[in-house]
């Protein structure tokens, strides 16, 4: 009897479900029957599929490697970033701390300084240093609102480093030991020897008119005299480094490059300083004001 396709199909279908209830039922019964011979067959398997396996998980395997090699490069690329912005932060810390550290050991000499006979001392911070060439004077940070005058010492606990020239309200100039313009009566420690020590813009200020220049030796110490009314006797200032036809030079014991904080000291001598002469105005040509001193001089 010849069925249509159909008719097949429909067989099939009906006859496929109980053909694989019967196989599986015959597997699981031969599996029960004899274990070895399955996992032989499993073993056999597995022979069989493993060079393909090893051929396909090698790209797979060396795909994995440099995924994981480009992920250390961006690590180590963003710790590199990390590290470089936390060692520019500490070095900022650092120079931070270096300031304090230079504040506080300059803070902690000048508390050991106890200025002998003084009226009255402010302390004070450096500003500005215009040591050069033609100018040797230091700028602080403190003024006429905190007492300060013209003519009163500026000290370290090294020694003298100059005195105030110009006073403001809030700032001050310090005209320095070593300035062109600076003059100071002192003493030689060991030979009793007065001089004036003369300032040349150079590092070493120099003796003049000392009374027995051949007695004075490399080493002696220099000391404020307290003659002309400006400072007060024995306030150090440095020791003869050199000596020449120009007048012993003598390093002084204050460095100013390296001075950042001071005492101004008020030994109430400043008055004896000559003050500045007022200006005052006068008729010239033509009825003009013209500028002049005291004196009448232009």
């Known amino acids: 009897m010849i069925r249509s396709p159909a008719q097949l199909r429909a067989t099939i279908q009906r006859a496929a479900p109980p053909l694989l209830v019967l196989l599986s039922a015959v597997i699981i019964i031969l599996g029960k029957a004899d274990q070895t011979m399955f996992d032989s067959l499993r073993t056999t398997l597995t022979d069989d599929v493993a060079p393909a396996l090893n051929v396909v998980s090698r790209p797979l395997g060396a795909a994995a490697t440099l995924v994981r090699r480009a992920e250390g490069v961006v690590t180590m690329y963003q710790d590199n970033l990390r590290l470089k912005q936390e060692n520019k932060r500490l070095l900022q810390w650092q120079q931070i701390a270096l300031e304090l550290s230079d504040d506080n050991r300059q803070l902690r000499g000048l508390l050991k300084v106890v200025p002998s006979g003084a009226v009255s001392y402010v302390t004070a911070r450096v500003i500005a240093n215009s040591g050069g060439g033609f100018v040797r004077t230091l700028m602080v940070n ?20 100059g005195r105030l020239t110009e006073v403001g309200a809030r700032a001050s100039r310090v005209l320095l030991i070593t300035d062109l313009n600076s003059r100071i009566p002192v003493v030689v420690a060991r030979s009793h020897i007065n001089a004036v020590l003369a300032g040349d813009n150079s590092e070493r200020p120099r003796l003049l008119y000392a009374g027995a220049p051949n007695e004075i030796k490399i080493g002696d110490r220099v000391v ?3 003659e002309g009314g400006v400072f007060p006797p024995d306030l150090p200032v440095g020791v003869v480094a050199a000596l020449g036809r120009g007048g012993p030079q003598v390093e002084p014991f204050v460095e100013s490059s390296q001075v950042g904080r001071l005492l101004v000291v008020d030994y109430g001598l400043a ?27 232009r």
């Open 271 to 297: 008055g004896g300083l000559p003050q500045p002469v007022p200006v005052t105005a006068r008729s010239g040509r033509h009825g003009k004001p013209v500028a002049t001193d005291e004196a009448g001089v």
């Open 224 to 226: 404020t005299s307290g």
């Open 142 to 161: 403190a003024g006429a609102e905190q007492g300060l005058t013209r003519g009163q010492a500026a000290i370290t606990g090294g020694g003298l480093v």
